[in-house]
């Protein structure tokens, strides 16, 4: 019998939606320090909907995606900083 994975739950789903707004919010890069937090509010409608997926392998995949897209800002920021400092 293969091994079934089981799908996200709904607190899987909302650390994973958790993440992706923070990751995108305006200033969370410069300015984030750990356990800082943020208000949010959501509406969700009717019951059983996902906020992301509930596919365990796409939300793995969109969560290395968004490490990434992190890495490359970071990079982009650190790149642009030197020449940030040089005109104040």
Known sequence: MADQVSPLTFADQLTALSLQLQAFSSDSLATATPYQSQTYQLQINGSGGD???????????????????????????????PELETRC
Not at 57 to 74: C, H, P
């Open 51 to 81: 906020l992301t997926t509930s596919d365990r392998g796409i939300q793995i995949q969109l969560l290395d995606n968004l490490a990434r897209t992190v890495e490359s800002r970071l990079a982009t920021t650190a790149t642009q900083l």
